[in-house]
Nanobody, 124 residues
Framework: QVQLVESGGGLVQYGGSLRLSCAVSGRTFSLDAMAWFRQASGRERAFVAAIRWSGGTRYYPGSVEGRFTIGRDNAKNTVYLQMNSLKPEDTAVYYC?????????????????WGQGTQVTVSS
């Protein structure tokens, strides 16, 4: 089993920055990829960023590329999401996810483990 705990959400103004963290515990040796997804009210869960646990290859959708950066600290078993130039449309609950054999990093169904989510609100 793998446990994920997110932190770092909050309220920020348009154009501001936030850094989310995801603490990973348990069978981390079994992980292939980590990701962040978000879910706005009344909408489906959407892919935000992913990173391979080994090698560190990163993946982003066009909506956040250049503004968001995913990183990891394997020694601390932590994955980060640095979010810059935030917009009101970035408002959502952000979830950390982990998967043992991830082929399509943008697909929520590829991930076995999920955190409880952290709210990010961007005011205009």
């Amino acid at each position: 089993q793998v446990q994920l705990v997110e932190s770092g959400g909050g309220l920020v103004q348009y154009g501001g920055s936030l850094r989310l963290s995801c603490a990973v515990s348990g069978r981390t040796f079994s992980l292939d990829a980590m990701a962040w997804f978000r879910q706005a009210s009344g909408r489906e869960r959407a892919f935000v960023a992913a990173i391979r646990w080994s090698g560190g290859t990163r993946y982003y959708p066009g909506s956040v590329e250049g503004r968001f950066t995913i990183g990891r600290d394997n020694a601390k078993n932590t994955v980060y999401l640095q979010m810059n130039s935030l917009k009101p449309e970035d408002t959502a609950v952000y979830y950390c996810a982990a998967g043992g054999a991830v082929v399509t990093t943008s697909s929520p169904g590829q991930y076995n483990y999920w955190g409880q989510g952290t709210q990010v609100t961007v005011s205009s």
